[in-house]
């Protein structure tokens, strides 16, 4: 799967303007004076987007090669972008409130590793807010390619698409949902318009 993406980000000409989503979530942002971890960067254009407003974000990803790529690319905030596996929190500053905004990434991750994931987050008590947009299982793509798990298949790549009645359900042990829709028309790219997760949470 690594190996996946290190071959994508190097070939694919990815979109470089912010998404829906990150400009959805700004408005959500207006006193915040933390730290915002766009984990699972990628290109880093939410992770630019969100510097550029004056808020102090970090982009984490696991693909090596993007990471060098970005830090090439937005010289001015190369420092913003980390490579480290996202799901362990490693990276996070415990010392200042944080926001962990979350496109399109945890659908990339296998079921042990989201728990791992949520779990850290809910002993986290510095993250204040939880911003999540996902694919699920009303997606067009769910069910293609070789499964290989409950919600998993890999088509081109690995997805595993997310229930997000259950995903609710954990968030909200330990966070106040404020926002939660499925729904399409949030990620159209191209052809695609997959019926996605938006969730919006602050801790309780």
Not at 29 to 56: A, E, P, S
Request: net charge positive; hydrophobic share 35%.
């Amino acid at each position: 799967m690594k190996n996946y993406w290190e071959t994508y980000y190097k070939f694919s000409k990815s979109p470089i303007r912010p998404s829906k989503f990150s400009i959805f979530c700004a408005k959500y942002l207006k006193f915040f004076q933390g730290n915002i971890y766009d984990v699972g960067c990628g290109n880093g254009r939410d992770t630019v987007f969100f510097n550029k407003l004056k808020f102090k974000c970090f982009g984490i990803d696991s693909c090596k090669s993007i990471i060098l790529k970005n830090k090439k690319k937005f010289k001015i905030y190369k420092k913003s972008f980390i490579n480290r596996d996202f799901s362990n929190l490693t990276f996070l500053n415990k010392t200042k409130d944080s926001i962990i905004y979350s496109r399109f990434s945890l659908h990339s991750i296998n079921e042990k590793k989201e728990k791992t994931f949520l779990n850290k987050i809910k002993k986290s008590k510095n993250v204040k807010i939880l911003m999540i947009e996902a694919r699920t299982i009303y997606d067009e793509l769910y069910g293609k390619g070789k499964k290989i798990g409950k919600f998993e298949f890999i088509n081109s790549h690995y997805r595993r698409f997310l229930k997000p009645t259950d995903l609710k359900k954990t968030i909200s042990k330990s966070f106040k949902i404020k926002y939660y829709k499925v729904a399409k028309n949030f990620a159209k790219y191209k052809k695609e318009n997959p019926k996605v997760l938006r969730l919006i949470a602050v801790r309780k």
